[in-house]
């Protein structure tokens, strides 16, 4: 290849002969101090002193050493390095003009001068062959005999992965949501790559759910489930005293220790069979155009591998890969219902490598719960477990698919087959705990939730955990039940000590009790307490002539006593036939959209008997506040408790509290009380967040 025309000091005029002097360092001065002629100056430009001492680079030695260069096949890069004239896009440009393969660019010809062990020849590595840059200690370099080993792989990298507009739980709800991180997921290690672009326009009926500013997790039932996200909540404590907070130690190594624990070296996934070795070459060059974030040109150049070569796995998988990435680029379920068939098909082809079927299957379980298809996910899941039937992490993972779809008897039986052969398997023990707990087998649960923590192990340091394992030493009088709470919000799965919510949304102002004027809901109040002799007589005629309209309470918080509510409102929808038994309370309300609009509320009646014990508790999520409305107030005996602060109902009053704070009831009076319960949004949450919330 000729050499480029008009590149400052390359190939172009040589030096005059005629130049007269002795040639100097110097373009200015000759021997004599007379001036020197234009031949001279030029000469002087590339030449040296005729006694031969060097004068810093002298030319004869620089327009060699560049020929050689040139000759090699890398002057480009070094005219980018060196006289700042090309960047390496434009020379892989002209390379492609001249019709060059672009695969051979990267991975052949000039692979041979990879001087930073990235498997390619660029800018950096010009540095280093012209001593501008040392070379890399830190990237791996293999001997010959490890050479053809190391290239029977296509290898994904790590990206850097785009900044996010808010929370995507992530991140994703269940509907994503994410997998357990377990340390052999080699896929999410070294596959995954997140190219969002938020700056798209998307339509509501193709967006990925759930909504990004929102920490939250699935709920299957009594207690809350869905795999861990790990986010932090960033809400503060807002000076509630915690004084009564037992500190004590917990052994359970801190994030910053699980961090410096040496990794565990992986395997490295066999994604090649004999035959994808025999088109590594162009499976990479397609392979890198991914890792680049060109998303749209990878899928182009994987769907046209995969034509060229359809028996291909390496192929198929690296389409399904580029699939996913433009699903989340685009934040289309089309396109990602698209991925999860090629994973399929990936991994139905005959001769495919182990790890690649392994991955696959894996990763199609994850997106299918990413888009809610339950059963899918667990019939993924279950084929998964019959095809690699040792190991324990996946049928940790088919546990979590069970339930997920509420099948807590069949989660229950894989995870004492995990334990059985694995006694300490950190994983298995705390969910097992978890199923242990919602059967209300509280004592029992203990031990298994609590030593699994403990362990470290990945997804284990989930909030829920924490909130369950607090929630059963309380239960039990165990005083430990607030060292765990401490633990959690220490870890940032809790907001405070106090409020243990799941679903949350970050920012939102936190104290336990309100007054009407902070919440700004003034004329609901006002038009609750006009109306409170209305509300309680239509409500007294429905105890009276409907009796069975009153339900028990099902969420297993009582510790004992009578406790049912007759509801009006639930998650947003009225419920018509409930409102004809209090069809003027449900008319007057219907003004007030903060709370018949509100989907994580509730509207309804609440009958509390004496003797009744209300465990401490949350709420849900951090995105309401609870009206109590008293109607039939006993004159002792009856009492509430929200974070450190008890308080009392009067009739006809309001009083306002966040439940997403620890609260409790006690009823010890001699006759039922009566209230009304209005739930209404949180007031600082925007119009757009109020009608884009899963319902709760």
Sequence with gaps: ??????????????????????????????????????????????????????????????????????????????????????????????????????????????????????????????????????????????????????????????????????????????????????????????????????????????VLQPHAEEVRHQDYGEPVYEPSENEGIEISDNSIDDSSIISEE????????????????????????????????????????????????AVNAFEELVRKYPQSPRARYGKAQCEDDLAEKRRSNEVLRRAIETYQEAADLPDAPTDLVKLSLKRRSERQQFLGHMRGSLLTLQRLVQLFPSDTTLKNDLGVGYLLMGDNDSAKKVYEEVLSVTPNDGFAKVHYGFILKAQNKIAESIPYLKEGIESGEPGTDDGRFYFHLGDAMQRVGNKEAYKWYELGHKRGHFASVWQRSLYNVNGLKAQPWWTPRETGYTELVKSLERNWKLIRDEGLMVMDKAKGLFLPEDENLREKGDWSQFTLWQQGRKNEKACKGAPKTCTFLEKFPETTGCRRGQIKYSIMHPGTHVWPHTGPTNCRLRMHLGLVIPKEGCKIRCANETRMWEEGKVLIFDDSFEHEVWQDASSFRLIFIVDVWHPELTPQQRRSLPAI
């Design 250 to 297: 917990i052994n359970v190594a801190s994030v910053e220790e699980q961090q410096d624990t040496p990794p565990v070296k992986k395997k490295k996934p066999k994604l090649l069979n004999k035959f994808d070795k025999t088109i590594k070459v162009e499976l990479d060059a397609a392979e890198k155009l991914r890792k680049r974030g060109k998303i749209e040109e």
């Design 1 to 206: 290849m000729a050499p480029r025309k008009n590149a400052k000091g390359g190939g172009g005029n040589s030096s005059s002969s005629g130049g007269s002097g002795s040639g100097s360092g110097s373009p200015s001065t000759g021997s004599s101090g007379s001036s020197s002629s234009p031949g001279t100056r030029r000469e002087a430009k590339h030449g040296g002193h005729k006694n031969g001492r060097r004068g810093g680079i002298s030319g004869g030695s620089f327009f060699t050493w560049f020929m050689v260069i040139a000759l090699l096949g890398v002057w480009t890069s070094v005219a980018v390095v060196w006289f700042d004239l090309v960047d390496y896009e434009e020379v892989l440009a002209k390379a492609k003009d001249f019709r060059y393969n672009l695969t051979e660019i990267l991975q052949g010809k000039l692979g041979v001068y990879d001087a930073d062990g990235d498997g390619d020849f660029d800018v950096d590595d010009a540095k280093v062959l012209l001593g501008l840059k040392e070379r890399s200690t830190s990237e791996r370099t293999f001997p010959p005999e490890e050479e053809e080993e190391e290239e029977a792989e296509t290898q994904p990298e790590l990206e850097e992965q785009a900044p996010e507009g808010a929370e995507i739980e992530d991140s994703y709800h269940i509907e994503e949501t994410a997998s357990q991180n377990h340390p052999n997921d080699v896929d999410e290690m070294m596959n995954e790559q997140e190219n969002s672009d938020h700056s798209e326009a998307v339509t509501d009926a193709d």
